[in-house]
């Protein structure tokens, strides 16, 4: 006699659970949240940029006029002693913090969760706007050729000389003072993270309580 031959399994072998949070859509997903954050960190760029226009405005209003006067041969400050060279360093620097500190709360009221891409377009964005503003108040102040407007307006007659950033250190004054008011309005309002105590409880098994013990019987 001959054993029966043991059947074989033909079912089909199926591949191992990769578990969760591997499948074919998590690398898309990921691609999307990336692409996601730096459109908005390129439109905060952008839009903060744009707000330059604004710092150099301001700039040309209210910064201190420096008063030139010229002989016929030469051109002389008419004031010596007069500080309005620093002042307009001073007053940029004034301008474009308190232009950060406006669209630093723009930004958070607008984009409450934050990230990465929104905290660099804000900084990168503070630092074109002073730049722009820069030169826009520059093309719009007094002529540029201090030589030329002298000879215009004649000798013994006060003229403005242009506006002139000596201080480029004042450049970065819009996107440090956006960074100090981002982070405390993120500090303070912004939304938060659970603690790793809820976590670690929610991640508890919760097991059912045990069965009450068998009531004793009397012999």
């Known amino acids: 006699m ?3 031959l043991t059947p074989h399994d ?3 072998h199926l591949p191992p659970d990769p578990g969760p949070g591997s499948g074919p859509g998590k690398g898309g ?3 999307k949240a990336v692409l996601s954050e730096v459109g908005r960190g390129a439109l905060v760029a952008l839009l903060v940029t744009v707000c330059g226009i604004a710092l150099g405005l ?5 910064s201190p006029r420096v008063p030139l006067v010229s002989d016929g041969k030469a051109v002389y400050l008419k004031d010596t002693e007069g500080e309005e060279a620093i002042g307009g360093d001073g007053a940029f620097a004034l301008i474009a913090a308190g232009l950060g500190v406006l669209t630093a709360a723009a930004v958070f009221w ?3 969760r934050g990230g990465v891409g929104v905290v660099l377009g804000l900084a990168a964005g503070g630092i074109l706007a002073s730049v722009v503003g820069w030169r826009l108040g520059v093309w719009l102040g007094p002529d540029t050729d201090i030589v030329a407007h002298a000879t215009a307006v004649g000798p013994k007659v006060v003229f403005d000389a242009p506006l002139e950033l000596r201080a480029k ?3 970065v004054a819009w996107s440090v003072a956006a960074m100090i008011v981002h982070l405390a309005l993120t500090s303070a309002f912004g939304p938060r993270e659970p603690h790793d105590t809820d ?3 929610s991640q508890t098994p919760q097991w059912p309580p045990p069965p009450p013990p068998p009531p004793a019987q009397d012999e």
């Not at 301001?58 to 209210?62: D, S």
């Open 29 to 31: 997903d990921r691609r």
């Open 169 to 171: 250190s004042a450049l």
């Open 2 to 4: 001959t054993a029966p």
């Open 58 to 62: 301001l700039w040309l209003w209210l």
């Open 10 to 12: 033909h079912s089909p």
């Open 110 to 112: 607008r984009y409450r």
């Open 199 to 201: 976590f670690a409880d």
